[in-house]
């Protein structure tokens, strides 16, 4: 049997209204393990921390936050704080983990190797790391994973910094590693990415890794 994946690219949504898709759509994967789906998106300014995550990570004042028109949500994933917001391609992949016969910790190296055959048609060298989770270039982190589960069922999942102002990083502890930095893909190539390209180029690599055919 062919597993099929419906792939939706939404534009920039409001962080709550994604993550209300998000429960009704592993809702339906409970249901039928044999569903999957990829959402795309991007967020406003957005700091969400996940359940291990230190609420002095958070640097700056409620005021500061009201100010910049940032928001704050505390969510149901692994992890700790992190930013989300424009020129940020966020990506919720919500699949079965019984039914592609995977653990978590494979499911992260595999949401990993996406991103970083994504990176090498950009030239870029984007690695694992033993200790972090995430994509790093050098000693910077790229991109982002964080990934809740709810009856083997995956949601949340990662961003991928490409044209994102990074001084939103400076505000807190990301993911509350506060010895490394935070990179963007147009950092390291000095120049702007074509973030629908980008899209495209995560689409065929997740179709690829977990072996699905796009509906």
Known sequence: MIRKCQISRLGRVDYDEAVKKQMALVERVQADRNLAYLLLLTHDNVFTLGRSARREHLLVSDNTLKQK???????????????????QIVGYPILS???????????????EDVLIRVLARYGVEGRHDEEYTGVWVGHEKVA????????????HGFALNVNTDLSFFQM???????HKRVTSMAKLLGRPVD???????IEEEFLKEFKLQRC
């Open 144 to 155: 982002a994973l964080g990934v809740g589960v709810s009856k083997w069922v995956t949601f």
């Open 69 to 87: 028109g940032i928001v704050v949500r505390e969510i149901k994933r692994g992890g700790d704080i992190t930013y989300h917001g424009p020129g």
């Open 172 to 178: 807190i502890v990301p993911c509350g590693i506060s």
């Open 97 to 111: 983990l019984l039914r592609h016969g995977f653990h978590i910790r494979q499911y992260f190296l595999k949401l």
């Open 195 to 201: 973030e629908d390209e980008v899209m495209s180029a």
